[in-house]
């Protein structure tokens, strides 16, 4: 039997055998308790380290040793597979334990037996975990029921980055895979051009959207209903907790665990839209967005990790379908490995653009006309510049 039961008429009603597998997701908040106790149990250091060892080592291995899943669930189940509460407290309790976590963190920052290298390798654990309550608010501020989103306003307070939900659904979603996009990276860009591009542009997009939405209703932007203010603002009150807790010695590591986090957010998004271009018509607009304009992985680990994160075509098809019942789409593009594999590939430049451009270019029939291009890349591609 594959992983998830096969659909038939006249057999029994579908079940997920993904299902309990999800709470794998709950992991990843852990990742600072396991590093500490492996140092107990081993007396080694590197163990403060254990959350970017298990993304950027044991979750491309994983994904080589336990392969793809491309099943889909049955039309006729996706309904109740979307009201099935289960799921969903499958993303609630991530925030507690990642609230917790942080607070735990701080007390060894401060608890004076720690070197400075292993403060480090601790604050990039905490990072981790930070980076993966991005995409847990990404899940959870899709969606409508208020206590969601506030949910993932609370996910994305540890890194600073609560504008994020402003600027992927309203801004991202929008304008994805064009090159007005700050999300979406360009053929011949780096991850480390990428970056700053990105970090900025959401940032400004985040600000002129809400600046917007509040200039429709009369009020200026720094009203106290601009949702970039209060999800910084809530940044600033968790911030401000732990500072009184633990003293202002923790502030340094709360800062490096922030970008960190963001960091990692950030090149998942240079991973997921590479070089694609949703294309133009005589009146120049763009048309819409379709499966084959976001790069997809079916590889098992990360997609449980990562609430089917890698599912991206239909994600962006169908913005309010919750994780479980996110499926496979034949005609979207597929990486080679799952993103734990292609972050560290990003992260080396010449290797990715090595792996990655000829796969864009196929994509396209070989006219990198139709790619999103670097500007200062075109001449690279044949392309009048």
């Given at each position: 039997m594959s992983i998830a039961d096969v659909y038939r008429p006249d057999a029994t009603p579908w079940r997920d055998g993904k299902r309990y597998a999800w709470l794998l997701g709950l992991f990843i908040p852990m990742l600072p308790l396991v590093g500490a106790g492996l140092v107990e149990v081993t007396g080694f250091g590197l163990f403060w380290w254990f959350g970017p060892l298990f993304v950027y080592g044991v979750v491309p291995v994983l994904d080589l040793l336990i392969g793809k899943d491309a099943q889909n669930p049955p039309e006729a189940a996706l309904v109740r597979l979307e009201?099935?509460?289960y799921y969903r407290w499958c993303t609630y309790l991530f925030v507690p334990l990642q609230l917790g976590v942080q607070v735990w963190a701080c007390g060894r920052w401060t608890g004076g037996a720690l070197?400075?290298?292993?403060?480090?390798?601790l604050a990039a654990t905490v990072g981790v975990v930070g980076g993966a309550a991005i995409n847990t608010a990404h899940e959870l501020g899709h969606k409508r029921q208020p206590a969601e989103r506030w949910l993932a306003k609370i996910a994305l307070a540890q890194?600073?980055?609560?504008?994020?939900?402003?600027?992927?659904?309203?801004?991202?979603?929008v304008r994805v895979a064009t090159p007005e996009d700050p999300a979406s990276a360009r053929l011949?860009?780096?991850?480390?051009?990428?970056?700053?591009?990105?970090?900025?542009?959401?940032?400004?997009?985040?600000?002129?959207?809400?600046a917007r939405r509040l200039g429709r209703k009369g009020n200026s932007p720094l009203s106290p209903s601009n949702e970039a203010i209060q999800a910084w603002t809530m940044t600033l009150l968790l911030f401000g907790v732990l500072l009184v807790l633990f003293g202002w010695s923790i502030l340094p590591w709360l800062l490096i665990q922030a970008v960190f986090g963001f960091c990692l957010l950030e090149v998942v998004n240079y991973i997921e839209h590479y070089g694609l271009l949703r294309q133009q018509d005589a009146e120049g607009r763009h048309?819409?967005?379709?499966p084959r304009h976001s790069w997809n992985s079916n590889n098992l680990t990360s997609n449980l990790l990562l609430y089917h994160l890698q599912r991206h075509s239909d994600h962006h098809a169908n913005p309010m379908r919750r994780y479980q019942a996110l499926r496979h789409c034949e005609d979207a593009p597929e990486l080679p490995s799952g993103y734990g594999t292609m972050i560290v590939l990003a992260y080396l430049s010449p290797l990715w653009r090595r792996i990655m451009d000829p796969r864009v270019i196929a994509h396209y029939g070989d006219d990198?006309?139709?790619?999103?291009?670097?500007?200062?890349?075109?001449a690279e591609f044949g392309l009048p510049t």
């Open positions: 009201r099935d509460r070197s400075m290298v292993d403060c480090l390798g890194t600073g980055y609560g504008h994020f939900i402003i600027e992927h659904n309203r801004g991202h979603h011949g860009e780096s991850f480390w051009a990428f970056l700053p591009r990105t970090v900025v542009g959401s940032l400004k997009s985040a600000w002129a959207l809400e048309e819409r967005c379709e990198a006309s139709l790619a999103n291009i670097q500007p200062s890349k075109r």
